[in-house]
């Protein structure tokens, strides 16, 4: 059940769609049979033979069409909203990791919020077209007051990645509420599941974990966190697409927080063998804990998060195993 009235839709523009949660949704949205249009500029941050093969399935399919372009390019924004009316945009394209954002902060800006705008400067002569946007549970920064509320604060950043996911909600709210476009930011909660980043912390033990190698453990293993399975995820997205009115923000998570400890043993039963396991020091920009309180969304959107911990392990052995590419660990 769902509070929203649901709207149709038909034809989406999917930024980022041949990453991990990009290229997740834009199956799901042919299945539901729309028409994609997927833009992604192949960013080397990680494998860019994997992002190409997560977009196999899709390109087989006469409703999908593939951009290869980069969101700061003005030009090809402005030409994709010429030639194309779209129902939705879902903005999904980013540079992701909190880890690298230390090293490298102006190019998450120069994405994250440069980049939103130029797709915004485009949806402020329509107010038709609805805007679904990726944002992080990273906004919520070192909050002590679990579970995180879409109402809490969230100007306490403790990394450039978290920086940019927050100016970027700051400036959707701007041009909503200027141009009255149809507005939904989704904080997302540890993505996780086929297809996966492989420079993601699971992704990384589980391949450490069969291979018989040590696991890096980051601080003491009581960090928590809120571990969301893509199927629940993309199946959020797709509720919002249908749900976009007004203003709104959402947390997406699984709301049953995981410390990285329970993580590494969940992956050892999920191999069938004892971690190893190498201790180090925290990282800075790591948050200790993310929980997500999700009654809005699943007042509001209807959203249920069906997958266990062990399920969406077990998911991502599989297919990373059926997929070696998954083993491209570009920047560990
Ligand atoms: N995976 C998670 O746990 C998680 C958690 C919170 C938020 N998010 C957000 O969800 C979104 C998708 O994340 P993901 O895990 O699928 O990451 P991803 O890196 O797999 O996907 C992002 C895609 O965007 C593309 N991209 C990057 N810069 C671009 C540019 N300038 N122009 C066009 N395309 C560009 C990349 O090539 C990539 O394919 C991001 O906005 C991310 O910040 C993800």
Request: proline share 5%; glycine share 8%; net charge negative.
């Amino acid at each position: 059940m769902s509070s929203l009235p649901v709207k149709k839709f038909s034809k989406v523009l999917v930024t980022g769609a041949a990453g991990f949660i990009g290229s997740s949704l834009s199956q799901r949205l042919l299945d539901e049979g729309c028409q994609v249009i997927g833009l992604d500029n192949f960013d080397p941050f990680y494998s860019v033979k994997l992002k190409r093969h997560n977009l196999k399935g899709l390109q087989v399919h006469s409703n999908f069409k593939l951009i290869e372009g980069d969101i700061l390019n003005e030009q090809l924004v402005a030409d994709l909203f010429a030639e194309h009316t779209f129902d939705v945009v879902v903005h999904l394209a980013a540079k992701a990791g909190v880890r690298p954002s230390i090293v490298d902060p102006e190019s998450y800006f120069e994405v994250n919020v440069r980049g939103t705008l130029n797709l915004l400067k485009q949806l402020k002569h329509t107010t038709d077209t609805r805007f679904v946007m990726a944002s992080s549970s990273s906004v919520y920064g070192a909050n002590d007051n679990p579970p995180f509320a879409e109402s809490a604060e969230t100007s306490l950043a403790v990394s450039p990645y978290a920086a940019s996911k927050k100016a970027g909600e700051v400036l959707c709210h701007t041009f909503s509420h200027l141009h009255g476009i149809p507005t939904t930011l989704l904080r997302f909660f540890t993505v996780y599941g086929p297809k996966q980043r492989p420079e993601m912390a699971m992704a990384k033990f589980i391949s450490l974990v069969d291979a018989g190698k040590k696991v890096p453990m980051f601080g003491d293993g009581l960090s928590a966190r809120d571990y969301t399975y893509i199927d629940d995820i993309v199946d959020g997205i797709y509720r919002s697409c249908e749900r976009c009115e007004g203003y709104k923000i959402y947390n997406l998570g699984n709301s049953a927080p995981v410390s990285l400890r329970q993580m590494i043993d969940c992956v050892g039963e999920v191999c069938g063998r004892e971690p190893i396991i190498e201790q180090f020091a925290d990282q800075p920009g790591d948050v200790p804990l993310t929980f997500a309180d999700i009654s809005l969304a699943q007042k509001e959107l209807g959203y249920s998060p069906k997958t266990s911990l062990r399920d969406g392990l077990t998911h991502y052995r599989q297919w990373s195993r059926a997929h070696p590419l998954a083993d491209e660990l570009s920047i560990w």
